[in-house]
């Protein structure tokens, strides 16, 4: 598939979302921790989303993203396929950001 076309069904959605990550919790087993980012673009496909931190390439994020009908927000699952440091100079004590792009899980 061509780049231009996989990028050309992609809306503009600037909101803040909630994600859920899975983190192990010694003598209880996994625990979902929740934690919010920045949604840029969205797709069919996945969406693009700016984060304070670089998750790993290929976990598997529940993300709560907004349908295109209603208000109410669908959990999906959406696996990590790239992230990008923002590509400008940031203040030593300040935090980074990543550009982070999930493709959902169908």
């Given at each position: 598939m061509d780049s231009h076309?996989?990028?050309?069904?992609?809306a503009a959605l600037?909101?803040?979302?909630?994600?859920e990550v899975s983190v192990a919790d010694e003598g209880t087993?996994?625990?979902?921790k929740e934690k919010r980012a920045l949604s840029l673009n969205i797709s069919n496909g996945g969406m693009l989303v700016l984060m304070d931190h670089a998750p790993?390439?290929?976990?598997?994020?529940?993300?709560?993203?907004?349908?295109?009908?209603?208000?109410a927000e669908a959990p999906t699952l959406a696996e990590v396929r790239w992230?990008?440091?923002?590509?400008?100079?940031?203040?030593?004590?300040s935090e980074t950001a990543y550009f982070v792009g999930l493709?959902?899980?169908?």
């Open positions: 076309e996989s990028h050309g069904d992609r600037l909101r803040t979302i909630i994600y087993g996994d625990i979902a790993d390439i290929k976990q598997v994020l529940k993300v709560h993203a907004p349908t295109p009908i209603t208000r992230t990008r440091k923002l590509p400008f100079g940031r203040p030593k004590n493709k959902f899980m169908f």
